[in-house]
C-alpha cells in the first residue's frame, strides 16, 4: 500500500485559494489534485479517476504545485509549453530578418551560411545551423529551388516536335 500524501496547512491554504479563484480548468484541476489527497485521503488513483485525468498527469499537476508553491504562489497560471529558450523574440527576429527581407525581394539568391554568421553575430554565441533554419521556417522562408520548365517554353509545341517523324542520316554512311 501506497504512503499517504503529507500537506502542510499552508499548501492546503494555497490550493483552496487557487480552487476559489481558478480562470481555467488546469488550475481547477491542479488544486484539486492536491485537495482531495489531502482532505479526504483519496488515493493518486481514486484521485486520477475522480478529476477524470491518468494517474500520470495527477502526478504532475501535484509536482508543478510543488515547485510553484515553493517558488511564489501568484504563478499558479504557469502552463507547459511556449519558447523557453528563445534567443529573440519573435518581433526581434522579424526585425533581425527585415534586410535579409530587402536583399531577396530584389532577386538576390540568399543562402544560409550568411544568415547564421549575422544572427551569431546579432545573439553573441555559436548556434547550429539548425536554430537558423528553425528561425526561416517560423517566418514562413521556403527553399526556392527552379522550376523544371523554362518559363518561354511552349510545351504545345514540344509535343507537336516529338510527334513528327525524323530522318535518320548518318555521316560518312556507306550504302
Given amino acids: 500500500m501506497a504512503r499517504p500524501a503529507r500537506h502542510d496547512e499552508g499548501e492546503i491554504k494555497v490550493a483552496l485559494q487557487m480552487?476559489?479563484?481558478a480562470t481555467t480548468l488546469q488550475e481547477l484541476r491542479q488544486?484539486?489534485?492536491?485537495l482531495?489527497?489531502?482532505l479526504?485521503?483519496?488515493?493518486?488513483?481514486?484521485t486520477a479517476e475522480v478529476l477524470g485525468l491518468s494517474r500520470d498527469r495527477v502526478c504532475v499537476l501535484r509536482r508543478q504545485f510543488g515547485e510553484l508553491a515553493k517558488s511564489s504562489p501568484e504563478t499558479f497560471s504557469e502552463r507547459r509549453g511556449g519558447r523557453r529558450r528563445e534567443l529573440l523574440t519573435p518581433e526581434e527576429e522579424k526585425i533581425f530578418l527585415d534586410p535579409w527581407v530587402a536583399k531577396a525581394e530584389t532577386g538576390g539568391v540568399l543562402g544560409v551560411p550568411p544568415i547564421h554568421l549575422a544572427f551569431e553575430e546579432r545573439v553573441g554565441h555559436k548556434v547550429p545551423k539548425s536554430t537558423v533554419y528553425r528561425l526561416l521556417a517560423r517566418h514562413g522562408w521556403r527553399k526556392v529551388t527552379p522550376d523544371t520548365r523554362h518559363p518561354k517554353g511552349d510545351a504545345a509545341a514540344q509535343d507537336e516536335f516529338k510527334k513528327t517523324p525524323r530522318r535518320h542520316r548518318r555521316k560518312n554512311s556507306r550504302h
Avoid: E, F, Y
Fill in 19 to 21: 480552487v476559489s479563484a
Fill in 36 to 38: 482531495l489527497p489531502a
Fill in 31 to 34: 488544486g484539486q489534485a492536491i
Fill in 40 to 46: 479526504t485521503g483519496a488515493t493518486i488513483d481514486t
